[in-house]
């Protein structure tokens, strides 16, 4: 039996496919390319080039292979874009994941493992945010995600699909072949090293007025890997017959862009420049989480948490792939 991973061309798809293989799953990849790439599926692993919002692509796919359960990363994740282009995310986030559902049901496929988010959260009423805080989107993508947690909620009441919802706080790092490349880059540890690597001026600190230490927003930044770990870790648990169940994924420390920008000029040696720009809409000050709920239920435990390790690893990627995918550097 095999695992459909949806969005396996994406930067924490690729890695989590790289992780699932090295567990010895037996893994497929769907990806649409439009924002993944062809290079990040780990050599010999099936990739499906298609789109999930086709209930005709699902199904052949669920017809041809044998799939046991479905990881779905395929999202568009950016806050700025779905504040300017609401609708894409509606359709990419929800409409496509109620298509992906009814094809899992009618195909008897009945695990699920959903990329979520911080942004369920919006602005937390204390830190670090635990699983069963207030649910108040603060932008449509955040929005999105929590509707489709909450589709999968009646999935699985009404129809026995079972889930793992992973609530991500702040990916970042790499593996030695699967690094970040997005196109336009909007997150703040990859912009830093494109400064450090003389492709930008400098960095644009968006804000430093939040009630926090130094005044720019905290984040908690998790290795892409720890990150990919949970993901087998949902697996078994619903290969074992588990419920459903819903995980925050963090580091439970906070780092201000400043002190991100110090460690990636030590890890660097470069003296990156940065400016003071106006805050950047819908950007909550704080995002920590507490991970007590996945270390406690499926043992979870998060191997890569140095975040001068996150930033030397994401570092060394870009070094070898200074124009990301397609032109490395080797
Ligand atoms: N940030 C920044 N300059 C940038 C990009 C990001 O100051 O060019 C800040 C952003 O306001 C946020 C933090 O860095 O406080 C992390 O942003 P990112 O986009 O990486 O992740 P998000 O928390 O939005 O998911």
């Given at each position: 039996m095999a695992t459909l991973v949806i969005g396996g061309a994406g930067y924490i798809g690729s890695v989590t496919v790289e992780q699932l293989l090295g567990a010895g799953?037996?893994?497929?990849?769907?990806?649409?390319?439009?924002?993944?790439?062809?290079e990040a599926v780990a050599e010999g692993v099936k990739?499906?080039?298609?789109?999930?919002?086709?209930?005709?692509?699902?199904?052949?796919i669920f017809h041809d292979h044998?799939?046991?359960?479905?990881?779905?990363?395929?999202?568009?994740?950016?806050?700025?874009?779905?504040?300017?282009?609401?609708?894409?995310y509606w359709?990419?986030?929800?409409?496509?994941?109620?298509?992906?559902?009814?094809c899992m049901l009618e195909a008897q496929v009945r695990k699920l493992v959903f990329s979520s988010t911080a942004a369920v959260y919006g602005e937390p009423t204390q830190v670090p945010i635990t699983e069963d805080m207030p649910l108040a989107p603060t932008n449509t993508y955040g929005l999105t995600k929590l509707t489709f947690e909450r589709i999968l909620r009646d999935a699985e009441r009404a129809n026995g699909l079972r889930s793992v919802c992973l609530r991500y706080f702040n990916a970042a790092g790499a593996t030695e072949r699967a690094g970040e490349d997005h196109d336009p880059e909007t997150h703040l540890i990859p912009l830093v090293l494109e400064v450090a690597a003389g492709k930008r001026e400098k960095l644009a600190v968006f804000g430093d007025d939040y009630p926090t230490r130094d005044g720019t927003c905290v984040r908690d930044y998790i290795?892409?890997?720890?990150?990919?770990?949970?993901?087998?870790?949902?697996i078994r648990h619903l290969r074992g017959g588990g419920d459903?169940?819903?995980?925050?994924?963090?580091?439970g420390k906070g780092f201000t862009v400043r002190e991100i920008l110090e460690i990636a000029r030590a890890v660097t040696g470069h003296p990156i420049p940065a400016e003071i720009r106006p805050r950047r809409a819908g950007d909550p000050a704080t995002?920590?989480?507490?991970?007590?709920r996945i270390i406690r239920d499926l043992g979870w435990r998060p191997q890569l948490g140095d975040i001068r390790e996150i930033i030397r690893s994401a570092w060394s990627w870009h070094q070898r792939h200074p124009r990301g995918y397609g032109a490395s550097a080797h």
């Open positions: 799953e037996d893994v497929i990849v769907l990806d649409n390319l439009s924002r993944g790439h062809r990739l499906i080039e298609g789109d999930m919002a086709s209930p005709a692509v699902l199904k052949r044998p799939i046991e359960a479905v990881v779905h990363f395929a999202a568009h994740s950016l806050v700025a874009e779905s504040m300017i282009h609401p609708l894409r359709e990419n986030n929800v409409q496509a994941g109620i298509t992906l559902v009814r290795h892409v890997v720890d990150l990919a770990e949970a993901h087998i870790l949902a459903s169940r819903i995980y925050n994924l963090g580091n995002l920590i989480a507490s991970s007590e």
